[in-house]
Structure formats: C-alpha cells, structure tokens
C-alpha cells in the first residue's frame, strides 16, 4: 500500500486543517489506520487510530478537537483539525497497519511521507 498524505501548512492558534491521505487501494475494513505526528525532539505518538471494526481511538490531547473520517470510494483518510494549539506543531503521518496495537508506530507496515504543520502562536 502506497500513501501520500497532504493538507499541512501555517496556521495561527484556532485555526484549522484539514489532513488527506490517500491510499493506492483501499483500506477500510482491512488494514487498521492511523494519524501520527513527531515535533522536533520527541516521539512519535499517536493522534487517532481506527481499527478494521470501526472501533476508534484519539489522544486525550485531541479529543473534541480532531475528527477523523474516510471517503472509501477514493481511498482516502482525513484529519479534521480545529481549535489548533502551537503544541500541535509536528509532521503529521498517515499509516496502516494489521497489529492489533494501535496506539504503538511499529505496529504500522506502510506509512506516508509525512506533511507538516506549524501552528503559530
């Protein structure tokens, strides 16, 4: 699976993007899915994760916030970011995976390049 995540850029606190990832074939109901970001100096984490069963997870520190959907005719993933906060600066990843760990990266097989976003203060 091939996947080109896109959508990142400059915005100021409480403002808003909108992630896209699009697959080379589909993923629902097959592969796991997930949104992760990596800020300079830390860890890759999880933002939200979506199991073949449709069971989702988000980050405390974007519940409310982020909302994740997909348009399966198209083979694409979104992430809906509002009320952005400068601590949601990082490079944003799109990934897939069969694991049953979603939070954890390296339960992930395929991932996207990664886009950024910078949320100015």
């Known amino acids: 699976v091939q996947l080109q995540a896109s959508g990142g850029g400059l915005v100021q606190a409480g403002g808003s993007l909108r992630l896209s990832c699009a697959a080379s074939?589909?993923?629902?109901?097959?592969?796991?899915v997930g949104w992760f970001r990596q800020a300079p100096g830390k860890e890759r984490e999880v933002v939200v994760a979506v199991r073949m069963s449709g069971s989702t997870y988000y980050a405390d520190s974007v519940k409310g916030r982020f909302t994740i959907s997909r348009d399966s005719a198209k083979n694409t993933l979104y992430l809906q970011m509002n009320s952005l906060k400068p601590e949601d600066t990082a490079v944003y990843y799109c990934?897939?995976?069969?694991?049953?760990?979603?939070?954890?990266?390296?339960?992930?097989?395929?991932w996207g390049q990664g886009t950024q976003v910078t949320v100015s203060s």
């Open positions: 990934a897939v995976g069969r694991s049953v760990a979603i939070r954890d990266p390296s339960a992930y097989d395929y």
């Open positions: 074939r589909r993923t629902s109901n097959i592969w796991n």
